[in-house]
């Protein structure tokens, strides 16, 4: 179905895989078009309650395949309107959670890719560049957005302006990342960690999901306003009801998605 990314679906989970390991899982045209498209599968799919994003071989994601700009003028405005704004703007728009299981290196929009998830699970073999300044350019595909929000901005200044490479175990410290696992075990535990997000409510998730990025851009009034949206909305869902039932009958809840 796909050239440059691989897409399954198991026990609730759509892992999609980066799958160009000869060139560290570079970005082209056609995976940023096969990402957003997986997206949007995965979305509309009643099977999937969470999806895990991940790299073959040894990198997550190496950035930009420079092979694929090289050589006579770039207009990047243009290469980032066409290519990656609208796959970036897919992982807000999924209402399912993403999880960004990064087996290695995440440099470039790679990082950024990894910043847009939701959340992000790292191997200790893994480490993150916002390698953009080295070549004179600016952190894209969200990078500005996320960075600071996720780390605050004076470190998130310091790593673009530096291009400083972050370990693992340092990303973990400035909260960079959610957890650290042993590389022998990674692809398992990221899974695991997977399969535990896909048996909560998931159209809660989605709303919290949607609720907490509304709540980035608008001031407390219009927060609480939509917060009120929100639960009116998960108010109605049949996991809300299960809920409850599950507590007052003193047992786990079995959660369904709808």
Known sequence: MYETICYEVSEGVAVVTLNRPDKFNAFTEKMNKEITDALKQA????????????????????????????????DYGAFLRERYNPMILQFQKTEKPIIAAVNGVAAGAGMSVALACDIRLASERASFVSSFVNIGLVPDSGGCYFLPRIIGMGKALELAMTGEKVSA????????????????????????????????????IGLIKRTMYKGLEMNLEETLAYEAFAQEAAGST??????????MEKRAPRFTGR
Request: proline residues 4%; hydrophobic residues 45%; charged residues 25%.
């Open 238 to 247: 049949e996991d809300h009801r299960e809920g409850v039932a599950a507590f």
């Open 43 to 74: 979305q509309k799919d009643p099977k999937v309650r969470c999806l895990l994003l991940t790299g073959a071989g040894r990198a997550f994601n190496a950035g930009q395949d420079l092979g694929d700009v090289a050589g006579g003028d770039v």
């Open 169 to 204: 175990a340092e990303a973990l410290r400035i909260g960079l990342v959610n957890q650290v696992y042993p590389a022998e075990s990674f692809q398992e535990d990221a899974l695991a960690y997977a399969r535990k997000l896909a048996a909560l409510p998931t159209r809660a």
